[in-house]
């Protein structure tokens, strides 16, 4: 900080808050964007009192399952999006929730946290999402979606930010991933082990529920969230699209989203 002196008065002029790749105002949008794409331990650095800032927290999205019989990525769930957690008003959370209330800052910093995608596994589960926070406000990892274990045994969506989907099955206990309140939707089912393609479900979106799986077609990814927090609508938080055998066709990904599992 610093002082200059304006018409024989003395005013402070203080650092603006840093942190992240800051994007300026521009003519058609009058905000600071600090975007961060990394952990950073340091974080958001405020420099202004009582400081009220708008937020948009999403999570590391779930793996797709695998299929442990042939080692392909074949007949899988999709995994679910990450946890989507935003205050910007007139703009939705995920799971269909509303925004979240103001956030006022203090003069201090604000470590960020940033998760990462799950990996995939051709011999079970692969992980979840990693989980995102910023000044207690923490968003879930989206859920890995099911693996097809052998022609007569597969494995449901696991819980998360959204949910995972689940593999195919033949005898229909399997259970999709749930979402997390105020965050993201659940999972799709997948087929009830129905040839020739058996497509697994659709990972949860923070927009909407993962679509079920087909015969010949994995389940679409739930769509994601338009945020206008950046200056201009985009969607985020997409899930995943079920896989299918050799003969069948991948999921799509949700809007703002990855591809099939």
């Known amino acids: 900080a610093g002082s200059v002196a304006s018409n024989a008065s003395t005013k402070t002029v203080l650092a603006l808050p840093s942190g992240g790749t800051i994007t300026p105002p521009t003519n058609s949008y009058n905000y600071y964007v600090?975007?961060?794409?990394?952990?950073?331990?340091?974080?958001f650095t405020n420099t202004i009192a009582n400081l009220s800032v708008e937020y948009l927290i999403?999570?590391?999205?779930?793996?797709?399952?695998?299929?442990?019989?042939?080692?392909?990525?074949?007949?899988?769930?999709?995994?679910?999006?990450?946890?989507?957690?935003?205050?910007?008003?007139g703009e939705s959370s995920g799971g269909g929730a509303s925004a979240e209330g103001a956030m006022t800052l203090s003069v201090t910093n604000y470590p960020v946290v940033v998760g990462g995608g799950g990996?995939?596994?051709?011999?079970?589960?692969?992980?979840?999402?990693?989980?995102?926070?910023?000044?207690?406000?923490?968003?879930?990892?989206?859920?890995?979606?099911?693996?097809?274990?052998?022609?007569?045994?597969?494995?449901?969506?696991?819980?998360?930010?959204?949910?995972?989907?689940?593999?195919?099955d033949d005898s229909g206990s399997w259970t999709v991933g749930t979402g997390t309140s105020g965050q993201g939707y659940n999972g799709g089912l997948g087929t009830q082990y129905t040839s020739p393609a058996y497509g697994g479900g659709g990972g949860g979106g923070a927009g909407a529920v993962?679509?079920?799986?087909?015969?010949?077609?994995?389940?679409n990814g739930g769509e994601g969230v338009s945020s206008s927090i950046t200056g201009s609508g985009t969607y985020r938080a997409g899930g995943g699209g079920g896989g299918t055998y050799t003969s069948g066709t991948l999921g799509l990904?949700?809007?703002?989203?990855?591809g099939g599992a």
């Open 119 to 168: 990996t995939g596994s051709t011999s079970g589960y692969g992980t979840d999402g990693d989980f995102s926070s910023f000044n207690s406000i923490q968003s879930n990892g989206g859920g890995a979606g099911g693996f097809q274990e052998s022609s007569t045994n597969s494995e449901s969506g696991k819980n998360g930010g959204s949910g995972g989907g689940t593999a195919t």
């Open 253 to 258: 990904g949700g809007n703002g989203s990855g």
């Open 34 to 43: 600090h975007t961060f794409n990394t952990s950073d331990s340091t974080g």
């Open 58 to 89: 999403i999570a590391g999205g779930g793996a797709g399952g695998g299929n442990i019989s042939t080692g392909a990525m074949t007949g899988g769930g999709g995994g679910g999006a990450g946890g989507y957690r935003c205050n910007v008003s």
């Open 210 to 219: 993962g679509s079920n799986g087909t015969s010949s077609v994995g389940g």
